[in-house]
C-alpha cells in the first residue's frame, strides 16, 4: 500500500531557471535541519516521475526534517521551453540553480540528489552551492567509448554511403527511433565536412564556449576531476544504482581508471550502493520504493567528519 | 515554419502570484498559466489554468488519461493548454487525487472520484469565468472521465482523444504492457485467473511502475463507452484517433453509428500517430510533442472555435 500522502504543505512556484521559466515545487519541513534540492531524470517531468516517485521522495524526506525542491526542466513537464532530446554534455545546472533559489533556508546544509541525466546538473552545480554538504548520483552515466554519435565521427562518406543503402538501413528510415539516429549522424557528418571546407572559420563565440563546455563535460577524467574536487570540499557522495542499469555496467568499466583511484581514496565520504532493478526508468514499484529507502536513509546518516 | 510546440514555448516570464491564488507565468502574446492548488471535499487537487489575453470566450476543462499514460500525454495537453488560452478559451488542467501533485493515494482511484474530482474543477473554472458553458477534452480514460463529468453540465462540446470503446480491450493491452515489462525483466507472471486473483488480493499490480489499482479496474471494467456518451446528452461531440491508419477504427465506428441511433451525432476525425501509451520509459520521444500527435491540437482548437477541423 502507499503511504498517504498530503498535498498540504507543497507550494508550487515559477523561477527563473538557466534557459527560462520552470516550475518548482517546495515541500517545505516543519522544522528544517536541511535542504535537499531533487533534480530528477528527464524522461518524466522531473517534479513527478513516475508513480510520482519523486512527490513520494520529497513529502517523506520533508516529514523527516528536510525542506525539498524538485522541479520540471526547462522545456519539460510543466516549464516552457523547447527540447528535442536531453542531452548528458549539457546537464541544465542553470534549472538547478534557479529552483535552489526557491529554499526558504538557504542558509541551511543542502543535498543535492539528482537521477540520470539529473546527477550531471547537480554536479555542474555543485561548486555554486557553498551550503552543500552531501550529494547523491543515482543511476549516474559516464561517458562510454561506443556512442553512437561518435561513430559519425570515425568513418568516411564512402563507408557511410555504402552503409546506408543497404536494405535494412533504408528500412530503418520507417522507424521514429532509428530514424532519428540516422537524422542525428548526418547532422554530425555534414557538421564534419562543413569544418573541413571551411577549416579557417572560427565558431562564434557562443558556439565555441558551448563546444569546449560539451567536451569537458563529456569526459571521464572531467567527471571525476568535479566529484574529486567535492571529496576534497569533505562533501558526502552516494553512488546509488539498479542492478539492471546499463550505467552500472559504464561505473564498472571506469574503475579500472580514475574512477578507482578516487573511489579508494574518497573511502571515507563515498557510499556506493546497488540495489535490485532499475533505477533510470523507475519500470517497476520496487525500484522505485529501494530508490526512496536508500537515499533517505542515506541523508539520515550524520555527514562524514 | 514554426512547429505549434515550438509557437508558444518561449516568451514566458514570471509574474508573481495570479488571480484565485496559484503562481503565475505570463507569455508575451499575453496568455498566462496559474499552477496551485483547488481545495475540494476530496483533497488537494493540483491544477494548471491557462488564461487568454483578453476576456474568456470559452472555459474548457482538460481529463487527463491516468499513470504511464498519463506522462505520455502530459506535454501534449500542456501545449494545448497554451494554444486554447491563446484562442481564447480558459482552460485547466488538474492532476486526479492519488495522481501526480495532488493529494491522496492510488489504491484509494474509483472511476467516479475521477469524474468527481473532473467536476470540481469545471464548477471551479465555470465559476472564475462566469461563463454558462464548459467545454471537456479528454485523452483515453480521460476521456470517459470527461464524457461522465460533461453530464453534468450540458451544452458544452466534448472532444474525445483516443477513447477506448471497449474498456476490456483497453485493459488486456494495459495486461499486456505489464507482461512485456516483467518480461523484458526476465520475470514471469501469474496471467488470467491467477493474475485477477492476486490483483484484487493485493488491491495494486504493477504495470511497468505504474500502480495500477483494483478499485479503478472495478468501477470501470463494466461501462459501456456509448451509454457514457448518450448519457452526456446532445451536444458537440468529437472523436480524434491516434493511428497510422487514415481510416476509423471499426469499434469507434460502432461506437458513433450507436451513438447517432440515439439522436448523439459524433464526429470523428484520425490524426496520423500511434502512442506506444505505456512506454513512456522506454524512450525519449514524449520529451518532444511528436509531430503526428501534435495535429490533435489544432483540430481541437479548431473544434471548440466552432469549425470543421
Redesign the interface.
Known sequence: MTEALTAAADVPEYVEGGDGPLLAILTPAENPVANVVMCAGGWHGGSVNANRMVVQFARRVAAAGRTVVRFDWHGAGESPGHIRFFRLDDPGSGDVLGAAKLLPDAGLPTALVGICIGTRAALAAAPSLPTLDRIALVSFPLPTARAKTKRAERIGAATALREGIRPSAIRGWFQPATRRVYVKFLRLKWQALTRRLKPTGAAAPNEEARRRATASAHDLETLVAQIAELVDRGIDVLFLFGDQDASYEQFLAAQDGPLGELLERGAANITVEVVPGDLTGYSSLVSQTAFIERVTGWLERPVSA | METI??R???G???SGNGAHG????THESGIS?V???LDTKR??L?T?RHRPAGEPKRAVVVCSPI??EA?RS??RE?VLGWELSAAGATVARFHYLG?????????AMTFDGLVADATAVAHAVQEETGLPTVDFVGTRLGALVAAAAAAHFPGGSLVLWEPPTDLGRYYNEVFRARMI?LL??GERSAGGKDLMEAFARD??I?V????LPYSLYETTIGLDVGDLLVAAGPRPMHAIQMSVKPDIRPGLTTLIERCAKAGIPVEATSVHYDEAWWF?????????V?SGALEAIPATVAILAGETP
Request: charge should be negative; charged fraction near 20%.
Open positions: 510546440d515550438r508558444l514555448a518561449s514566458w516570464s514570471t496559484g503562481t503565475m507565468l498559466s499552477a496551485g492548488f483533497g488537494r493540483f494548471v499513470l504511464a506522462i502530459q506535454r500542456l495522481a501526480g501533485n495532488s493529494d491522496g493515494t492510488p489504491e515489462g523484458k525483466r488491491g495494486v504493477d511497468i511502475g505504474n500502480p513512456g520509459a522506454s524512450g525519449y520521444t514524449f520529451v518532444e511528436e
